[in-house]
């Protein structure tokens, strides 16, 4: 059976702060890693994956990808109040994902 | 650009009954999934439609079904709702069903969906 586990489950930590969320895997079909940020309702997109190795960076956020270990870190640097969120990790062949359960993040000013 | 459209945003329904949700994709987007959030299962895939046809499906009952038109926008279908039905659904378009980058899912905000 497709599995993603993330860890840790919640985190909460000060501003400026930098954090690493963890993302396993094991999948029968791996083509991709995704990774969104759910505040509200819609997840929005942040990262895809495909590539081992390959660090994808937007601003404070960077993500990397081991498809030998399967996993992928996603970093946050100098957290702000904004990041507070839960972060799901996906992964799957096309269309269809599997998600983990998320990390709920909570930066306190 | 509009962004992916769910219709509507909330709902109450009993036990029985059954219900229709809608999307929207993004324009231009020809691939659409619908998922299941839940507090105790989290995100969990119920299938996909590409140009009119079922692509992939994930592990619920037959109760569960979708249909995708020819300008993309999907439907999905519960019938005979039970009160574990009440979850969030999300749909999500992307455009393509696959190619890297060009199957990143851009989500809605969902329907809300209570069973009573």
Known sequence: EDKVVQSPLSLVVHEGDTVTLNCSYEVTNFRSLLWYKQEKKAPTFLFMLTSSGIEKKSGRLSSILDKKELFSILNITATQTGDSAVYLCAVGYGNKLVFGAGTILRVKS | ?116
Request: aromatic content about 12%; some cysteine; proline content about 3%.
């Open chain 2, 1 to 116: 650009k509009a962004g992916v459209t769910q219709t509507p945003r909330y709902l109450i329904k009993t036990r029985g009954q059954q219900v229709t949700l809608s999307c929207s994709p993004i324009s231009g987007h020809r691939s659409v999934s619908w998922y299941q959030q839940t507090p105790g299962q989290g995100l969990q895939f119920l299938f996909e439609y590409f140009s009119e046809t079922q692509r992939n499906k994930g592990n619920f009952p037959g109760r569960f079904s979708g249909r995708q038109f020819s300008n993309s926008r999907s439907e999905m279908n519960v019938s005979t709702l039970e009160l574990g039905d009440s979850a969030l659904y999300l749909c999500a378009s992307s455009l393509y069903w696959t190619g890297e980058g060009k199957n990143i899912q851009y989500f809605g905000a969902g329907t809300r969906l209570s069973v009573l």
